[in-house]
């Protein structure tokens, strides 16, 4: 069963940064455009980054940009975020998603696999 996982979140201060990571199950994975999206407590899930399927394009945020970095190793099948100077309103579950339709896009709509998510604090 294809299925995406999560890893890297924790508890970090303003200022500091974290790598979370998205590994695949299935090797298909590898064709496909992949986005990390957050969602705060208490509000919508909203994208955070995206990357097409060669690592060649990518999009961000407004609100992370210049900040998180969108990566990827088509090989090991795993789709990294490298997040740097975090600040408490970046404290959210972080999911991981994989689009079989689109090159590259924003929308969670567009998104067809997820996963489970991983919890990122940011205190003050």
């Known amino acids: 069963q294809e299925q995406l996982v999560e890893s890297g979140g924790g508890l970090v201060q303003a200022g500091g940064s974290l790598r979370l990571s998205c590994a695949a199950s299935?090797?298909?994975?590898?064709?496909?455009?992949m986005g990390w999206f957050r969602q705060a407590l208490g509000k919508e899930r909203e994208f955070v980054a995206a990357i097409s399927w060669t690592g060649s394009s990518t999009y961000y945020a407004d609100s992370v940009k210049g900040r998180f970095t969108i990566s990827r190793d088509n090989a090991k099948i795993t789709v990294y975020l490298r997040m740097n100077n975090l600040k408490p309103e970046d404290t959210a579950i972080y999911y991981c998603a994989a689009s079989t339709t689109v090159v590259l896009s924003p929308s969670r709509r567009n998104y067809n696999y997820w996963g489970q998510g991983t919890q990122v604090t940011v205190s003050s």
């Open positions: 299935g090797r298909a994975f590898a064709n496909y455009a």
